[in-house]
């Protein structure tokens, strides 16, 4: 892919631990802010994440205990949204490869983050569908756009190591949002959760603004300037040009069957955010005897470890032979995962917490090993001259799994309970496995 020179490294990929020093573990990820392209999307990142994380925390519940709607009508809203996002994310990523991916970014998210804070108006099934279905879209094509940053603005070999940086301080942002969603859960009152979700939404907008600070080398070059190919007197060779336009066709994703298929494993494997998202509030209320703030406590159960060892789980998976592995791996915690949460049904409640503890745990380790191999395959397996486009279509494909996730998981986990559980561990384990023959195969190719 297309990018511009690396600044010279200064600091090595941190190394964090259980036993890692905070101040440490700090300090080299704040000296990994010397690239002002990094710098500026975690500044953006920090931001706008709070708000994210309030919205993780509390709006399923919102729904159901406030708004009143029943879970199949939940699970509509949020499938609704992933859906119009799938739209978004081809959307984003095609405008980025034509128009400015900075600014862009920053208008998609503005507004997306407005319409979040609408959300504490939404009175009803109608309302609730409208405000997630344009928040989802906004959300998705910002999200594509970004992407497209992150493919051109490093080098290969600090792409995923910059994607790794961004998911850490994601998740210390969530792990503040979250703190905030779980005193509207411990009020349980209309207006805490009302006052709670306006603000989480006007932190996202106020987030887009360290977007500007990004300089037009993060962009795409002009397509115009890329099919205009000149003779020896300055005029513009047509033959060539329109050679050129034919081959910018031929790179389209959509040609390549090998990066449509892991978009789309990738996007059943996805499906492990919705699990966390949708799934586990509903199990929590419906099957068990834990109190609903465990729903926050998993949260920060979940942000913790990905702020410990995203980093470093990310290291070397822009090797895809190293990113099949990871993700394999994270298919047998994923499985383990589902197992465990089904074990909390209908136990007493201190032993409901400490399996669901445990089970987050499984849980958090599959997410980190999936999206380190996810970044290292997309990056790596995409045509550097389409970026814009492949990451839309990998974007795409993480809102198709966003789009079934809802319905999946009450479908399975809801409604069979234990043996939904099952189901849904099957699911994980065949999209790892599809991974990672792909992943070896481009390896062996390669």
């Known amino acids: 892919m297309t990018s511009r020179d690396p600044e010279p490294e200064t600091t090595t990929v941190p190394e964090v631990g259980p036993a890692a020093k905070p101040t440490r573990f700090l300090g080299r990820l704040a000296s990994s802010l010397s690239d002002p392209v990094l710098r500026a999307l975690v500044a953006a990142t ?6 994210r994380g309030v919205f993780f925390a509390v709006t399923v519940l919102f729904f159901t205990q406030i708004i009143g709607l029943s ?9 609704v949204s992933s859906g119009c996002g ?14 400015s991916a900075r600014r862009l970014a920053f208008a998609f998210e503005a507004l997306g983050g407005l319409l979040l804070a609408a959300y504490a108006f939404a009175g009803d099934f109608v309302s609730a569908l409208v405000l997630a279905s344009a ?3 906004l959300d998705s094509m910002g999200h594509s756009a970004r992407s497209a940053i992150i493919a051109r603005g490093f080098a290969p070999e600090r792409r995923v190591h910059a994607r790794a940086v961004l998911r850490t301080v994601t998740n210390l942002s969530i792990a503040a949002g979250s703190g905030l969603g779980a005193v509207a859960l411990a009020l349980g009152t209309p207006e805490a959760y009302r006052i709670v979700i ?3 939404g006007l932190l996202c907008a106020l987030g887009s603004l360290p977007l500007l600070r990004l300089t037009s080398a993060v962009d795409s070059p002009s397509r115009t300037a890329l099919h205009e190919v000149r003779t ?13 336009r034919r081959d910018w066709s031929r790179r389209s994703p959509w040609r390549d069957p090998r990066y449509l298929l892991l978009t789309v494993l990738s996007a059943v494997f996805g499906m ?10 509903l199990w929590i209320t419906e099957y068990t005897k834990a109190p609903e703030v465990v729903v926050s406590v998993l949260l920060i159960v979940n942000t913790a470890l990905v702020v410990l060892f995203q980093v470093r789980a990310s290291r070397g998976t822009h090797d895809v032979r190293v990113a099949g592995r990871v993700t394999m791996v994270a298919g047998w915690l994923m499985v383990a995962a589902c197992l465990v949460y089904a074990l909390a049904a209908g136990i007493p409640a201190w032993v409901a917490i400490v399996v669901l503890v445990i089970a987050m745990v499984a849980h958090t380790f599959a997410e980190i090993l999936s999206q380190a191999g996810a970044w290292g395959l997309s990056f790596e397996l995409a045509d550097p001259v389409r970026a814009g486009a492949y990451q839309g279509v990998f974007g795409m494909g993480f809102s198709l799994g966003a789009l079934a996730s809802p319905i999946v998981v009450n479908a399975t986990a809801i409604t069979y309970g234990p043996a939904g559980w099952a189901m849904l561990a099957a699911i994980f384990l065949a999209a790892a496995v599809g991974i990672w023959a792909i992943a070896r195969r481009a390896a062996a190719s390669a």
């Open 272 to 281: 492990q955010f919705g699990v966390a998202e949708f799934g586990i509030p």
């Open 46 to 51: 920090a931001v706008s994440r709070i708000g």
């Open 71 to 79: 879970a199949a009508q939940a699970a509509v809203v949020l499938a």
């Open 135 to 137: 928040s989802g879209f």
């Open 232 to 244: 020896e007197t300055g005029s513009i060779d047509t033959d060539a040009a329109s050679a050129s």
């Open 198 to 200: 306006a603000s989480g």
């Open 86 to 99: 799938v739209l978004g994310s081809l959307l984003g990523g095609w405008m980025a490869d034509r128009w």
